[in-house]
Nanobody
Framework: VQLQASGGGLVQAGDSLMLSCVAS????????VGWFRQAPGKEREFVAT????????YYSDSAKGRFTISRDSAKKTVYLQMNNLQPEDTAVYYC?????????????????WGQGTQVTVSS
């Protein structure tokens, strides 16, 4: 599976962005997808994940209530809608995929990674 993340940019606090992660699929199309982010000088952290069917989603505490993860299987795309962005959301955002039956919450749960897209939120 190859992943291509896009949609990042420079926005002001309170604005919204939608990130997209397009997958070129391997032998199996049943994969969970997660979004992670990494700010300068910090570890890569979990943001949100969605299972292969789209029926189950999970969020970090910082994303809950502001971010929404969704997927369009026909388009092989997973989205991360981010509302009310704050300066602390500034980071490179990565999408990742795994063929695990269950979703993952840490980096080691994922087998495939996209290249990342920069999100910068000014105050």
């Amino acid at each position: 599976v190859q992943l291509q993340a896009s949609g990042g940019g420079l926005v002001q606090a309170g604005d919204s962005l939608m990130l997209s992660c397009v997958a070129s699929e391997g032998p199996s199309s049943r994969y969970a997808v997660g979004w992670f982010r990494q700010a300068p000088g910090k570890e890569r952290e979990f943001v949100a994940t969605i299972n292969w069917s789209g029926a189950s989603t999970y969020y970090s505490d910082s994303a809950k209530g502001r971010f929404t993860i969704s997927r369009d299987s026909a388009k092989k795309t997973v989205y991360l809608q981010m509302n009310n962005l704050q300066p602390e959301d500034t980071a490179v955002y990565y999408c990742a995929a795994t063929e695990r039956v269950t979703v993952g919450f840490v980096r080691s749960d994922y087998d495939y990674w996209g290249q990342g897209t920069q999100v910068t939120v000014s105050s």
